[in-house]
């Protein structure tokens, strides 16, 4: 066992090491502060709950998906859904885990402003283009390592150039 003379380990730690990262403070008078703070696997989950929501609101049917592979059948189309927060100090988001290989007809792009909330979708053979074009960038292989998973960093402007249509 490790003695400290007198002094608690505590006061051992680096104030640095204390202080919390800087946050986005486009997000702070936001409705969606609480998803900004959240870790990946949480915001994903919270970006297709409130995009089924939204969808099902505007008219559209929700089915649940027939595999893993999509996440959701809006209007008996599959549909992977995609959301993201800006990126900090950033106008635009990032679209992870964009996966050509899937079973889905249309990626739907969830766009979560601080004040605005904008959805698009891009048909399967869209996203295969801007694949194949470099416009998608390939990003780590994920757990499965199959190197075949890409990213996009884009906004309503830059996903309309691509192939997007606003919902």
């Not at 002094?7 to 800087?22: A, F, S």
């Not at 403070?25 to 703070?37: L, M, N, Q, V």
């Not at 470099?134 to 499965?144: M, S």
């Not at 906004?155 to 192939?163: A, Q, R, W, Y």
Request: aromatic share 10%.
């Amino acid at each position: 066992m490790i003695k400290t003379m007198e002094m608690e380990m505590i006061e051992l730690i680096d104030e640095q090491y204390l202080v919390p990262e800087d946050r986005d403070t486009r997000y702070d008078i936001s409705p969606f502060k609480h998803i900004k703070a959240m870790g990946a696997k949480q915001k994903g989950k919270y970006y297709e709950l409130i995009s089924k929501d939204v969808l099902e609101k505007l008219g559209f049917s929700i089915k649940k998906p027939e595999n893993t592979d999509h996440d959701s059948i809006v209007n008996g189309v599959k549909t992977e859904i995609k959301g993201s927060t800006l990126n900090k100090n950033k106008d635009v988001f990032s679209f992870m885990q964009i996966r050509p290989n899937q079973d889905y007809d249309q990626m739907l792009f969830s766009m979560f402003y601080p004040d605005d909330f904008v959805m698009m979708v891009m048909p399967k053979r869209k996203v295969v283009e801007n694949i194949k074009n470099g416009t998608f960038k390939p990003q780590h292989g994920g757990k499965k390592g199959d190197g075949l998973t890409f990213i996009y960093y884009g906004n309503v402007e830059t996903l309309s150039k691509i192939g997007a249509v606003v919902v």
